[in-house]
């Protein structure tokens, strides 16, 4: 086992810029009032009908074979609010605002909103896309012009601020657009830096989930994993244990090479805050966090005729509102019609029970939502705590438009359509490059959402 090495203490600098629910309640064009929207209550997924689960990626036991699935975490037994499944288990649509994305790949992250998150946030247009860098204006020394989204739960982004490819000095920054907290964490360099990496952020609304007091004293706790010679190392970092990483520890039983480090997508949290899933190539890799133990997970495939090629661009992991990984993936794709047999455009839901196998849970139908021209389908994001889905509809003309589609209701909440570069459509002076490479979807987390609420507002479920 590697020595540990812990990252030498960084003055931490938060920023407290304007957030959005102080500009809410100022909104940005004055002479308009914004529309008060209707309270309402969340909706329960179809699909809810088990218990919240209290599993974690691994256990201390040996470790299962791939497809054994999740096992159990070591102690503490079910809360009795986690076993009244009735009173967790559900999306809360609302509390997805949108996506980030960096338009042409330069510049700060901006916030491509839907239609009820514009009246929300009082944007003065439909077409404003508030910048992340506001919630640094006030601070000289920093600006997230050129970073590089990493990671998006629960109310908070993970930016990382590295400007070149190459550059193995680690600089991270955790943003609340919604209270203005901007924490800048202390790099890890020399000795301590990395290059490719996996790392995903929890929050108390991770604990609240299962019915347990969430840790009052953290307001959120950053994991990253990354690759050592010869092994898949740890660290996390929390604001309030002294501004320092905590020392590098070895993860056992399974790892991550460094190419499959490379394509990891932001981690899905299981088990109340105590294991993590990162989706990595053709794989699930899960951590227990209490243990440290890992283990990698087969993905379940369509049984269509697509290429395993498609089939890993095109599937996203996530939490069923009854506390269980999940999948979602393309499952049909037939966007030209015939005689014989119509337009299809489907997405497959399928549940990990435990130790089973996948287990399919619903079929959604998408093509009532897309426009006749659309040429091609592509998944981006899954909002776990919403159940909302972020997909990209392309067109032969070179456009390109996000979708958000609720899976407990099946509906369209919004579309977008990118700022072109230096002109639109085919042609010169098209958009050759993906525009939603860094796509991150973005949930307010459950206090900020009740702060609406607090306000008489609410956004409404589309």
């Given amino acids: ?38 309270r309402r209550s969340a909706t329960r997924s179809s699909w809810a009908s088990s218990p919240a689960s209290q599993r974690c990626p691994t256990s201390s036991a040996p470790p299962p074979h791939a497809g054994d699935g999740a096992a159990s975490c070591p102690a503490r037994p079910p809360s009795s609010a986690a076993r009244r499944a009735s009173s967790i288990p559900e999306f809360i649509r609302p509390l997805a605002l949108g996506f980030f994305s960096i338009p042409h790949g330069h510049g700060a992250p901006r ?56 550059d193995r000095a680690l600089k991270l920054c955790v943003c609340n657009p919604m209270t203005g907290q901007v924490d800048v964490l202390p790099p890890l360099s020399g000795k301590d830096g990395l290059s490719h990496y ?3 952020v929890l929050t108390p609304d991770d604990q609240n989930d299962t019915g347990d007091p969430p840790s009052a004293h953290r307001r959120f706790r950053l994991v990253l994993v990354y690759s050592r010679r010869g092994f898949t190392a740890f660290r996390s970092y929390t604001p ?30 299981v088990g109340g805050g105590r294991g993590v899933y990162w989706l990595a190539k053709n794989v699930a890799f899960g951590l227990c966090l209490d243990t440290l133990h890992a283990t990698v997970l087969g993905l379940p495939w369509a049984r ?13 992991l996530g939490v069923s509102p009854d506390g269980r990984l999940c999948a979602v993936q393309i499952e049909e794709l037939r966007l030209v019609a015939t005689a014989s047999r119509p337009r299809t455009v489907a997405f497959r839901v399928t549940v990990k029970p435990g130790r089973g196998d996948w287990e399919e849970k619903e079929l959604v139908q998408v093509e009532q939502f897309l426009p006749p021209d659309v040429s091609r ?12 889905v972020l997909f990209t509809a392309g067109f032969g003309d070179g456009r390109s438009e996000v979708y958000a589609l609720s899976l407990d209701k099946q509906e369209k909440v919004a579309s977008h359509e990118p700022e072109p ?39 409404e479920d589309n």
């Avoid at 404003?128 to 012009?145: F, H, M, T, Y």
């Avoid at 020392?247 to 949290?269: C, F, I, N, W, Y």
Wanted: proline content about 4%; overall charge positive; charged content about 25%.
């Fill in 1 to 38: 086992m590697a020595p540990a090495r812990r990252a030498r203490p960084s003055s931490v600098a938060a920023v407290c810029g304007r957030g959005w629910l102080s500009v809410r309640r100022n909104p940005f064009n004055n002479n308009s009032k914004r529309p008060r929207t209707a």
């Fill in 111 to 166: 916030l491509a909103p839907t239609a009820s998150a514009t009246r929300l946030l009082g944007l003065g247009a439909a077409t404003q896309r508030p910048s992340l860098n506001a919630l640094v204006e006030d601070d000289a020394g920093l600006s997230l012009d050129g970073s590089r989204l990493v990671a998006s739960r629960n109310g908070l982004v993970v930016v990382d601020l590295r400007r070149g490819k190459h």
């Fill in 198 to 200: 996996a790392c995903t």
């Fill in 240 to 269: 309030e244990d002294g501004g320092a990483w905590s020392p590098e520890a070895k993860v056992s039983d399974a790892r991550l090479g460094k190419k499959q480090m490379g394509v990891t997508h932001t981690g899905v949290v």
């Fill in 304 to 316: 269509s005729s697509f290429s395993r090629a498609f089939d890993v661009a095109n599937t996203l």
């Fill in 377 to 388: 389908v592509k998944l981006r994001w899954f909002c776990e705590k919403s159940g909302v």
């Fill in 421 to 459: 570069e230096g002109g639109t459509g085919s042609g010169r002076g098209a958009v050759k490059s993906d525009p939603w490479e860094n796509l991150h979807g973005y949930e307010m987390d459950r206090a900020a959402y009740l702060a609406t609420l607090g306000d008489g507002d609410a956004t």
